[in-house]
């Protein structure tokens, strides 16, 4: 295999850039832990952001089956 020594291809910069904001959203989801848990219960704060993943998941998936 030939390693191709110019540019990164437009796929690899993607894929490198879904990683960063994969990285940013996940570091982020302690403060909004922390904030949240503060005024509302955890209990109420852990279904809601499942309700919330599962409404995103559903989106990615109806997305994806066409």
């Known amino acids: 295999m030939a390693d191709k ?4 291809s437009f796929a690899y ?5 879904w990683l960063v904001l994969l990285a940013t ?3 982020a989801s302690y ?3 922390k904030l949240g848990v503060e005024s ?3 209990v109420t704060f852990i279904a809601a ?3 919330i993943a599962a ?3 559903v989106g990615v998936r109806r997305g994806n089956a066409e």
């Open 31 to 33: 403060t909004f832990i």
């Open 40 to 42: 509302i219960p955890p």
């Open 5 to 8: 020594s110019g540019p990164r």
């Open 13 to 17: 910069l993607a894929e490198v850039a």
């Open 25 to 27: 959203l996940w570091g």
């Open 55 to 57: 409404v995103v998941l």
């Open 49 to 51: 952001r499942t309700a």
